[in-house]
């Protein structure tokens, strides 16, 4: 094998930012084997570079391929044209993405028509609805039919590429990297933003709320901030933290429904740390996101999941779950009787978290270095 082999890490949201941080960090560790690159597409500008910053890292290369209100395609179109052009100069042995976002898919397109290998982190999540999330899960689809290493944050992900008939040899569960990028964040300190400071975390019972998914907008996103004027007016000691995407769908929607709901707290996105901190000291969870599963379950708190379907059934099978999709009366009653039912809310608290423990980025790059050798 080479002295060493050239790894490109693409990254183009928030999400993948803090999932792949861990294995950045891992791949730095291993510089005597592997050369490291992290290359930016800027999907999600402003929310990428926040969680960027968080962790310390700098792209090698940033595209800067966000323009206000994009759509899918001319995104696609673009991030394309620019990665094929970017790989092409940096001629690596493989490239890592993770997840399931326009840009993991694109760069795997990409990788694949000039004949580099892929790895793909978090591989296997599956919502058998084409639909839910959109366009997420036709994403991640093609991008398993594009890659060549598959690392499984769990065992039933892995099951799922299995029965789709991906070789049992290219699949290694990894657990999910989200562990390892919480666990390293320090959250014994103030909040960041000094507005979150002001919430009695104490006295009250807060919940935190996240929903921004794009089948979710308008008359859903109606509904489930209906559902959360309910509740705050229904429990006294019940108040909401609800940090507001900045996708203008969602943005207009719930500051026309919430701006002047009392115990209602609005702010913009928060760093991740902040995040982290809401969720050890809310009460319970109510969310349309994917990672934000995976985190409350590292801090044994109870998940209302705003979709009709959920990828990550690991979380609900052990109990810290349910699917309540985005009817107004179905959040309210499922988040009733965790507010008014404390064996209720103590069964949903589960002790062990079904994914993972801090190591899979250890194991992804001990991975990816032993396949350089088979491929050799």
Same mark, same amino acid.
């Given at each position: ?206 919940? =935190? /709320?996240? +929903? ?5 907008? *308008?008359?859903?996103?109606?509904? $489930?901030?209906? !559902?959360? &004027?309910? @509740? ?82 690991? =979380? /609900?099978? +052990? ?5 309540? *999709?985005?009817?107004?009366?179905? $959040?309210?009653? !499922?988040? &009733?009787? @965790? ?38």
């Amino acid at each position: 094998m080479p002295s060493r082999r050239r790894v490109v890490t693409i990254v183009g949201t928030r999400p993948e930012a803090i999932k792949m941080a861990p294995v950045i960090r891992s791949l730095a560790g291993r510089s005597a084997e592997l050369e490291s690159f992290v290359v930016a597409t800027a999907q999600h500008r402003e929310m990428l570079d926040q969680a960027l910053a968080t962790f310390g890292i700098k792209p090698d290369i940033d595209l800067g391929l966000m323009q206000p209100a994009q759509g899918l395609g001319d995104f696609a179109a673009r991030a394309l044209a620019s990665v094929s052009a970017m790989l092409a100069e940096l001629r690596p042995d493989a490239v890592l993405i993770q997840g399931d976002t326009t840009t993991v898919m694109v760069a795997a397109l990409a990788a694949f028509y000039q004949r580099i290998r892929v790895g793909h982190v978090e591989a296997g999540l599956r919502s058998f609805d084409r639909g839910n999330p959109f366009p997420e899960e036709v994403d991640r689809r093609l991008t398993t039919t594009l890659a060549d290493v598959h690392f499984a944050p769990t065992a039933h992900a892995r099951a799922n590429l299995l029965r789709e008939g991906v070789p049992a040899e290219d699949v290694l569960v990894t657990g999910n990297t989200i562990v390892d990028a919480l666990m390293s964040m320090p959250l014994d300190d103030d909040f960041e933003d000094e507005s979150l400071s002001r919430v009695d975390f104490e006295r009250r019972r807060v919940l =935190l /709320v996240t +929903a921004h998914r794009r089948e979710n907008h *308008g008359a859903p996103l109606r509904s $489930i901030c209906q !559902a959360l &004027t309910t @509740l705050t007016g229904t429990f006294e000691d019940v108040e909401v933290v609800y940090p507001v995407h900045l996708n203008p769908s969602v943005a207009a929607v719930v500051r026309e429904e919430l701006e002047n709901a009392e115990k209602i707290h609005l702010t913009p996105p928060v760093s991740y740390p902040d995040l982290l901190r809401l969720m050890r000291r809310c009460h319970f969870v109510l969310t349309d996101s994917g990672g934000i599963q995976e985190e409350a379950a590292s801090f044994a708190k109870p998940v209302l999941v705003l979709r009709s379907v959920t990828e990550r059934p690991e =979380l /609900v099978d +052990a109990g810290g779950a349910r699917v309540v *999709g985005t009817d107004a009366s179905t $959040i309210v009653a !499922a988040a &009733t009787a @965790l507010l008014s039912d404390a064996a209720a809310y103590s069964a949903m608290r589960v002790a062990r978290n079904p994914f993972g423990d801090g190591r899979a980025a250890e194991r992804i790059v001990t991975a990816l270095v032993r396949r350089f050798q088979e491929w050799s």
